[in-house]
């Protein structure tokens, strides 16, 4: 598997906010994760955080899934613990684009545009204390340091998009060499993860990891790698 910090540093760059909490009080939250790891907010007159002076405790729950037919399953969850502060407007649109990619809500022009007007949409951003995850078999807690550190698999991005194509494509012959990797008959199979290290792959309802020999430096390496999986039959 990849080393904990990158993996959890993967979840969260795909993931979507699902709450926050407050003095210990869950409410609905919206917003992305900035391209160092930090959760970024967008926060609406009239909500909690709306008229924070200085910074406030809180956590941040950050859920990544996967859809597998027409099921959305959970892959992973990140609960970011730290401050929230304003992003300070020399690096609001930066911000607002981290936002964007997750939640496209038209009070990000406003936010930007009114940027410290009484009565506008903020952004605020997350000052990391800790990390706290739960994918798979394996949960624990990262300090700020190793998760800020710590980067994305480089691949991931082409790793989704090879993903996408294989379960829609090739799913009867992923079926086929997992069911002869195994030794037994797999009744449905569905590939759940996909690095640069290897690919865990859903069957029935076992997930199965696959390891590269050597980790994939390339995308073309990368689909090298998968091919030699599938087509061991």
Same mark, same amino acid.
């Given at each position: 598997?990849?080393?904990?910090?990158?993996?959890?540093?993967?979840?969260?760059?795909? +993931?979507?906010? +699902?709450?926050? /909490? $407050? =003095?210990?009080?869950?409410?609905?939250?919206?917003?992305?994760?900035?391209?160092? #790891?930090?959760?970024? $907010?967008?926060?609406?007159? %009239?909500? @909690?955080?709306?008229?924070?002076?200085?910074?406030?405790?809180?956590?941040?729950?950050?859920? +990544?899934?996967?859809?597998? #037919?027409?099921?959305?399953?959970?892959?992973?969850?990140?609960?970011?613990?730290?401050?929230?502060?304003?992003?300070?407007?020399?690096?609001?649109?930066?911000?607002?684009?981290?936002?964007?990619?997750?939640?496209?809500?038209? =009070?990000? !022009?406003?936010?930007?545009?009114?940027? #410290? &007007?009484? %009565?506008?949409?903020?952004?605020?951003?997350?000052?990391?204390?800790?990390?706290?995850?739960?994918? %798979?078999? &394996?949960?624990?807690?990262?300090?700020?340091?190793?998760?800020?550190?710590?980067?994305?698999?480089?691949?991931?991005?082409?790793?989704? @998009?090879?993903?996408?194509?294989?379960?829609?494509?090739?799913?009867?012959?992923?079926?086929?060499?997992?069911?002869?990797?195994?030794?037994?008959?797999?009744?449905?199979?569905?590939?759940?993860?996909? =690095?640069?290290?290897?690919? /865990?792959?859903?069957?029935?309802? $076992?997930?199965?990891? !696959?390891?590269?020999?050597?980790?994939?430096?390339?995308?073309?390496?990368?689909?090298?790698?998968?091919?030699?999986?599938?087509?061991?039959?």
């Amino acid at each position: 598997m990849p080393p904990i910090a990158e993996r959890v540093r993967t979840l969260a760059a795909g +993931a979507g906010i +699902a709450r926050l /909490t $407050l =003095d210990g009080v869950p409410s609905p939250a919206r917003g992305g994760v900035d391209d160092q #790891g930090r959760p970024v $907010l967008l926060v609406k007159p %009239g909500e @909690r955080l709306h008229g924070l002076d200085g910074d406030a405790v809180v956590a941040v729950n950050l859920t +990544a899934t996967r859809v597998l #037919g027409e099921v959305e399953h959970p892959r992973g969850l990140v609960e970011v613990q730290g401050w929230a502060l304003a992003v300070p407007e020399e690096e609001a649109r930066a911000a607002a684009v981290a936002v964007a990619a997750h939640s496209a809500d038209e =009070d990000l !022009f406003e936010a930007l545009e009114r940027y #410290g &007007e009484p %009565g506008a949409p903020r952004l605020l951003r997350m000052d990391v204390a800790q990390v706290v995850y739960l994918t %798979g078999q &394996e949960s624990g807690v990262l300090d700020a340091d190793e998760y800020l550190e710590a980067r994305p698999d480089p691949l991931a991005e082409d790793a989704e @998009r090879v993903l996408a194509h294989l379960n829609e494509a090739h799913r009867a012959q992923l079926r086929r060499a997992v069911a002869a990797h195994l030794g037994t008959p797999v009744g449905e199979a569905w590939l759940w993860e996909l =690095d640069r290290y290897g690919a /865990t792959v859903r069957a029935d309802d $076992l997930l199965v990891r !696959f390891p590269w020999p050597v980790p994939a430096q390339s995308s073309t390496c990368l689909e090298t790698a998968l091919r030699g999986l599938i087509c061991a039959c």
